[in-house]
Nanobody, 122 residues
């Protein structure tokens, strides 16, 4: 199985940027489609972005489209989420997830990281 570790979260002012990383170990990352999700306090976890196995296809939630960019470097076994023009409503714990079979927001995502906190001040 694959182990996922997120990093790069922190506190940033509105309008600022952060880049999250998700490092994989245990299995080759290219075997997995990847997704980013987030969960704000008192809210359900929601889909943010997804990327296919070789990075050819990407999908985004409407709320982040045009501001966030998902990418991957399979040689480094790492997936990234570049977040620009951050808003206070982007505050959440961000999780990366991996799925061998499906790609996109409805995939089962069998493997999850522990999450990294992103806080955006107004």
């Amino acid at each position: 199985q694959v182990q996922l570790v997120e990093s790069g979260g922190g506190l940033v002012q509105a309008g600022g940027s952060l880049r999250l990383s998700c490092a994989a170990s245990g299995r080759t990352l290219s075997n997995y489609a990847m997704g980013w999700f987030r969960q704000a306090p008192g809210k359900e976890r929601e889909f943010v972005a997804a990327i296919s196995w070789r990075g050819i296809r990407t999908l985004y939630a409407d709320s982040v489209k045009g501001r966030f960019t998902i990418s991957r470097d399979n040689a480094k076994n790492t997936v990234y989420l570049q977040m620009n023009s951050l808003k206070p409503e982007d505050t959440a714990v961000y999780y990366c997830a991996a799925d061998q079979v499906e790609y996109g927001p409805s995939a089962s995502y069998d493997y999850w990281g522990q999450g990294t906190q992103v806080s955006v001040s107004s």
